[in-house]
């Protein structure tokens, strides 16, 4: 084994070999894969094998379809077999609350380029023979589905990726891993020590405890996992000798079940209701080639329900139970990327789905190595959507909830209940005693709406029991003057007396001066967006070298994502600080017609128009409280947004609940704020602005300071969109929607093509209009007629809002 390595990959799974093989096929060939046993000595050895395009996040869907398609790619570079067989499925729907669910994954995957198609209950017995058509209220073929062999797959890609001059060492355990003075890696093994300038921790079942070695605490756990194989069927043999082919991959989502031909009979898998972690705590070192105890009584109830969707199984006897472990991240998806705060630190875990998803993994981390960028929007599945707050406790209760609902429909208004209440503000019991109901934001609850004595959720494609509550809400704010908990946006402080020019660099927009506020994209490289933001200069005019002082107020969830960017972009020197605040500056927003009046009931500050303009930031007391307040508002009304420390949030929220009775003041949520911000074409992150569009594409152009000294991050590129005009645009659209809106990934047709997507959407409430905003190409971006929205699984009118609904001429906004 040499002693030195670019690349020390950690793990022979599936998704170790795969990131091995992507490293070595783009270019990097001093790369290391080390395991500790044989290849495949996780979870992969005992996986079902089955694949699968679909998935609910397009991004991740569009990796699958990648990794599906690499097979054949490696088979040839190999030589080793991988057993794929694409032999085509069927979804399955009980209800027809599941078949509306259904109807948003074909339109999906209409713009993803997967070919999907409704059928009806008796078409799916047509195709998968074993089904009873009477059980289902209808179904989806998928072409793509299939299976492989898990250890050929896996011995594919280290084949592949040694030809390509890549090692693998097996009976490799690492043991330690320290960092060195010069940021380099020692990675420690019973073989000896390889000196790394990255590691990637593709440790599977062991990913915590190679975590563990740098003093990471991963959210990821396992959970027992277990299928079934059956005796030989002669329903299966009947049905092969008929058409020659095997019998086609079916889930029944409604039943928790996937199954698949196996050999001469079936192999039936179940996401189990009573899920059951496994090694909570730490992974035992010795387990490898063995499967746990199976437990048939866990299962029984999701058996039961297959015999019954699928009789044939009732004859047949059961020839073996498998039962085994695997990973899992809180919302299922995988952990990717590099490591906030450790340089050469890379993760690529917590993959539950390895031979759907391995292949995406392996070249999104190997181009973001490489290339300092993965290349696809992967967002779903980077390590930094979570932070220090995603414990251990926390993983385990989310995991648990993850697993049992793994095929449940998840309602775009539905939020779910383990691990929560977690982190809270000081007004929270308030709010609650109002009536709030909960969401969550990087694990802040955050307040969605507010309910009479009674009212809930009904769970739901369409509108549903919050709708006239949540328009009660937007007309409050349009009207009056209503108050907004907004302590889950992110909030960075940038000091020190390098922080102007860092600055300048960082963000493409014009810094606005002292006592002011500026939108401010951030791009990368590429010319692409990393971040949207609202830049506010808090410097003493008077005294400006020494004592910079800043602040960014951007998106919540993403508070790990842009502090990983930051840090990494910052000077060596130590000229520059950045801070991020999270719950020790909390926020409340009020605003509407009425917002002016009331501040001034609460402040001494002069807080007129003249004195206090639009996007003006200023340091007052609110009531007897040391705020900061920025005038600026995203529901696009007159409106502030007021900072504090958390000691003083409910001082200031019962000042100015007190002080606006006399302008009837009431609370708004999130879905509020949504139907508000919607009618003024106002984007969001992770929404409209993700890492795919570029400023021109996403229409916040009119923000970069395309002309400005600095050499920003991504100018070169961004002269370049603006000088080729880009591919894409955001547009906003009012939709003929009648008792339902679109929530975001919806397809957009145009003259009877699919030509874009919904980035999300909703009832605009003041302007009583559906709205959706989506990217279509910019060639029909301007088209007046010819849209169409798809939404379960029908195809509605759409026209282009180019003005916002309210207030085009921001009149409100400014005044
Ligand atoms: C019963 C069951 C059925 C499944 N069915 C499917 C399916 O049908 N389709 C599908 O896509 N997925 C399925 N899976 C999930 C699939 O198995 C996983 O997604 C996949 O195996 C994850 O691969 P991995 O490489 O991340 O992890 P692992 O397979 O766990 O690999 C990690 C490797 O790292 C090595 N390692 C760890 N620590 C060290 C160290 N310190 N030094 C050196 N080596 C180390 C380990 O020995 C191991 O070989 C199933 C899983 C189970 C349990």
Redesign the pocket.
């Known amino acids: 084994m040499k002693s030195h390595a670019r690349v020390v990959v ?9 990131v091995l093989y992507h490293l070595a096929r783009h270019g990097w060939t001093d790369v290391m894969l ?19 395009t679909v998935n609910g996040d397009p991004n991740v869907a569009k990796l699958q379809k990648y990794t599906i398609e690499l097979y054949k790619e490696i088979e040839e570079l190999s030589g080793q077999a991988t057993g794929v067989h694409i032999t085509g499925g069927v979804l399955l729907a009980a209800t027809e609350a599941r078949m509306d669910w259904l109807r948003g994954v074909v339109a999906k995957g209409r713009y993803l380029g997967l070919d999907l198609e409704e059928i009806s209950a008796q078409e799916a017995a047509e195709l998968m023979p074993l089904l009873d058509p009477k059980q289902f209220v209808g179904a989806v073929r998928n072409s793509e589905d299939g ?1 492989l062999d ?1 250890s050929g797959v ?1 011995h594919a890609y280290a084949k592949a990726a040694r030809k390509l001059g890549a090692e693998v060492h097996r009976f ?4 330690d891993i320290v960092r060195r003075e010069d940021g380099m890696w020692r990675v420690i ?1 019973g073989k000896g020590e390889v000196v790394a300038e990255h590691v990637v921790n ?6 915590r ?2 975590g563990r ?1 740098v003093g990471l605490e991963l959210p990821v756990l396992a959970m ?4 079934l194989i059956t005796e030989d069927m002669p329903e299966v043999a009947e049905w092969n000798a008929k058409t020659g082919s095997e019998i086609i991959h079916a889930i029944d989502f409604d039943g928790e079940l ?1 199954l698949r031909q196996e050999r001469g009979g079936m192999l039936m ?1 179940t996401y189990e209701k009573a899920a059951k972690p496994w090694s909570e705590y730490q992974t035992p ?1 010795n387990f ?1 080639h063995e499967l746990l105890e199976p437990d048939i009584d866990r299962i029984a109830p999701s058996l039961e329900v297959g015999f019954r969707h699928f009789p044939a199984f009732q004859k047949t006897g059961i020839k073996q139970i ?6 899992f991240a809180p919302d299922g998806n995988p952990l990717v990327g590099p490591v906030r705060g450790l340089p050469g630190f890379w993760v ?11 292949g995406g993994v392996g070249l999104a981390l190997a181009n973001w190595m490489i290339d300092g960028d993965p290349g696809a929007d992967i967002w779903a599945m980077d390590v930094a959507r979570y932070g220090d707050w995603a414990s251990m406790a926390y993983t385990n209760a989310k995991v648990r909830e993850n697993y049992s609902r793994r095929f449940s429909i998840g309602f775009p208004n539905e939020e779910l209940p383990a691990g929560r209440p977690l982190k809270t503000t000081p007004i929270y019991d308030l709010l609650s005693a109002k009536g709030a109901q909960w969401g969550v934001a990087y694990g802040l609850e955050v307040p969605l709406w507010y309910a009479p004595r009674g009212a809930r959720d009904k769970f739901s494609w369409r509108r549903s029991t919050d709708f006239e509550h949540v328009a009660n809400e937007a007309q409050t704010v349009r009207e009056r003057v209503g108050l907004m908990e907004i302590s889950s946006f992110a909030k960075y402080r940038v000091t020190g007396k390098g922080a102007r020019d860092w600055l300048d660099r960082m963000l493409a927009c014009k810094l606005p001066a002292p006592g002011r506020m500026a939108l401010a994209p951030m791009l990368k490289e590429d010319g692409k967006l990393i971040g949207d933001f609202t830049v506010a200069n808090l410097t003493d005019d008077a005294d400006r070298s020494s004592s910079q002082d800043w602040m960014i107020f951007g998106s919540g969830i993403a508070e790990q994502n842009h502090m990983r960017w930051f840090e990494k972009h910052l000077p060596g020197e130590g000229s520059v600080n950045v801070d991020a605040r999270g719950l020790s500056l909390v926020g409340l927003a009020i605003a509407g017609p009425t917002a002016r009046k009331l501040l001034e009931t609460v402040t001494r500050a002069d807080v007129s128009n003249a004195a206090f303009p639009f996007m003006a930031i200023r340091r007052m007391d609110i009531g007897m409280a040391p705020c900061l307040v920025g005038r600026v508002s995203y529901t696009g009304d007159l409106g502030y947004e007021i900072w504090m420390a958390p000691e003083y949030q409910r001082h200031v929220f019962e000042r100015l609940m007190s002080a606006g009775e006399e302008f009837s003041i009431g609370l708004f949520g999130s879905r509020a704020l949504n139907a508000l911000r919607l009618e003024k074409n106002y984007g969001s992150w992770a929404r409209e602005y993700r890492p795919i569009y570029g400023p021109l594409e996403a229409g916040l152009d009119r923000f970069v300071a395309y002309g400005k000294e600095a050499d920003f991050v991504g100018k070169a590129a961004a002269l370049a969109e603006r000088e080729q005009g880009g591919r894409l645009r955001l547009r906003s659209f009012v939709v003929d929607a009648v008792d339902a809106d679109v929530i975001g990934d919806e397809a957009i047709w145009f003259e009877g093509a699919v030509r874009g997507w919904v980035t999300s959407g909703g009832y605009a409430h003041h302007s009583r209009k559906s709205v959706a905003m989506g990217y279509v190409p910019r060639e029909i971006a301007e088209a007046e007629t010819g849209f169409e929205i798809e939404l379960l699984g029908r195809r509605l009118p759409a026209r282009i809002q180019a003005m916002p609904l309210f207030d085009a001429n921001f009149e409100r906004m400014r005044g």
């Not at 080390?34 to 699968?52: I, K, V």
């Not at 498998?322 to 990973?327: A, D, E, L």
């Open positions: 950690i793990g022979g799974g599936v998704v170790g070999a795969s080390l395991e500790r046993d044989e290849l495949t000595s996780g979870s992969t050895w005992h996986a079902a094998g089955g694949m699968h299976h898990p896996t490799t355990k690492v043991e093994t593709a440790g599977g079942l062991w990913a405890e190679v070695m027992e996992h277990m299928y996937y898998g070192w490898g498998i039962n085994g472990p695997f990973t690529a875990c917590g993959v539950m789905a390895g031979f759907s998803q391995g």
